[in-house]
């Protein structure tokens, strides 16, 4: 099984910054990014496949793509694979959040 992980500001502080992280502002911050893309649709193909309607900004790690998923105001993303830590840090640092196992 793979740990799942989420970016969120739930924790933070600052009496002025946001709780939570809007959509919007996921596309601005991802739209700077080269290696991201959004998808409103994620399909997980094996020996079945399956369609997964939300938002989707999937990081493209040499042929692998790894989705960060927005979802109520947190970003979740699994650590299945090792590459996805160090950039799940950086996200939640530029984004001025935390990352929670879980």
Not at 5 to 17: C, G, L, M, P, V
Not at 26 to 54: A, H, N, Q, R, W
Request: hydrophobic share 35%; aromatic share 14%; charged share 25%.
């Amino acid at each position: 099984m793979s740990q799942r992980y989420r970016i969120t500001r739930a924790f933070q502080e600052k009496d002025n910054s946001a709780k939570t992280i809007s959509l919007e502002e996921c596309k601005l911050y991802f739209t700077s990014k080269p290696d991201f893309s959004y998808t409103s649709v994620f399909t997980v193909t094996g020996s079945t496949s399956m369609s997964i309607e939300g938002d989707f900004f999937m990081w493209s790690y040499g042929d692998t793509k790894i989705p960060f998923r927005h979802y109520q105001g947190d970003i979740y993303v699994s650590g299945t694979n090792e590459a996805v830590i160090p950039k799940m840090i950086e996200v939640a640092g530029d984004l001025g959040a935390d990352v929670l196992e879980g």
